[in-house]
């Protein structure tokens, strides 16, 4: 068993995180289909007795602050208590509370410098055991979920989509995922506010010579309004 419980989160963290949540979710509702939604509930409560944080959030130990955030905002989405009757929880809405204080706390332990660092002592090796795979094997899992998307998109279900894809890209960020990348970067490119992470998405697969009609047009279109809105590329940040 995996998980590490460092401590639990406190009546005024849990109340702060729901409250944020719930606005986000007003202002933004999910899009995924109850289907959906409740299948990945479902993956999500069979991580609790041995995934770590990691495992929890869909990211991996090298992740960044703001991958974490992200993630955490994925997840807390899915998961608010709020949802009980939309993923046949009326009734044991105690299911998803426990699930969305497990990732708050996750958020909160991977977040902070400090506590990260606690935490992946505790955890010890057996964390890289559990999160890596053979090449091979993260990028057919990549290709599957390439796959899985595109009939998301055909269903349009882009909100899930753009999530699966995201994993897609982490499981193998090489040549064999240019197309996860340019599919990303087009359906991201929708969204005015994701025009950095669509921008880098799409630069990443010309580079690596994706063949995804209208790449190049949608390359130069999102080039435009990026420097249109001031936006800064992920990797030239980093330089």
């Known amino acids: 068993m995996f998980v590490i419980l460092m401590r639990d989160l406190t009546d005024e963290e849990y109340r702060l995180f729901n409250e944020r949540v719930a606005r986000g979710l007003a202002e933004r509702p999910l899009t995924v289909s109850p289907r959906e939604h409740k299948e990945r509930v479902a993956e999500l409560l069979k991580q609790l007795g041995e995934g770590t944080f990691y495992h929890l959030l869909g990211i991996d130990p090298a992740t960044g602050a703001r991958e974490v955030h992200e993630a955490y905002d994925r997840v807390a989405r899915l998961v608010h208590p709020s949802h009980g009757s939309r993923v046949g929880l009326e009734g044991r809405e105690e299911v998803l509370k426990l699930l969305f204080e497990r990732a708050t706390l996750g958020y909160l332990t991977l977040a902070d410098i ?11 090796p057996e964390r890289w055991t559990a999160l890596q795979t053979s090449t091979a094997a993260r990028e057919e899992e990549a290709r599957r979920l390439l796959a899985r998307a595109r009939g998301l998109v055909e269903e349009e279900d882009v909100e899930t989509a753009v999530e699966i894809l995201r994993k897609a890209v982490r499981l193998a960020p090489l040549a064999p995922n240019a197309e996860a990348y340019a599919l990303l970067g087009l359906l991201l490119a929708r969204n005015p506010q994701s ?3 669509a921008l880098d998405a799409l630069e990443r697969a010309v580079e690596m ?11 130069k279109e999102v080039r435009e309004k990026a420097g249109q809105a001031g936006v800064i590329p992920f990797r030239k940040k980093k330089s």
């Open 195 to 197: 025009l950095e992470e």
């Open 209 to 219: 010579g994706a063949t995804e009609p209208g790449l190049p047009e949608a390359l």
């Open 114 to 124: 400090d506590q990260r660092k606690k935490y992946d002592r505790e955890v010890g």
